[in-house]
Nanobody, 125 residues
Framework: QGQLVESGGGLVQAGGSMRLSCTASERTFSDYAKYWFRQAPGKEREFVAGISRFSSQRSYADSVKGRFTISRDNAKNTVLLQMNSLKPEDTAIYYC??????????????????WGQGTQVTVSS
């Protein structure tokens, strides 16, 4: 079974930027839609951003629109999340995910087929 491995998390001050990266171990995942979800302490996991197989479709949670950008490089089997103008409420564990089909309903429900182990993002005020 393939794996998704996130990197790039850490501590940043409010207003700063951070870029998360997710690399898949299997070439199969280059055919999958890719997502970022996050889960803050005491809260349910929520959808952050998604990108379809050939980047023709992208979606964002309202809370990150205009601040976060998702992109992918299928040749490198990598998906990126560029986060700008970070706020303390962006503090969470961020998870990379992959699904065979692009499905906005599953996005809203916080569902996906495969998950990374997560990377902590902490935004200080």
């Amino acid at each position: 079974q393939g794996q998704l491995v996130e990197s790039g998390g850490g501590l940043v001050q409010a207003g700063g930027s951070m870029r998360l990266s997710c690399t898949a171990s299997e070439r199969t995942f280059s055919d999958y839609a890719k997502y970022w979800f996050r889960q803050a302490p005491g809260k349910e996991r929520e959808f952050v951003a998604g990108i379809s197989r050939f980047s023709s479709q992208r979606s964002y949670a309202d809370s990150v629109k205009g601040r976060f950008t998702i992109s992918r490089d299928n040749a490198k089997n990598t998906v990126l999340l560029q986060m700008n103008s970070l706020k303390p409420e962006d503090t969470a564990i961020y998870y990379c995910a992959a699904s065979k089909m692009w499905d906005t309903n599953r996005q809203r429900r916080g569902e996906s087929d495969y998950w990374g182990q997560g990377t902590q993002v902490t935004v200080s005020s």
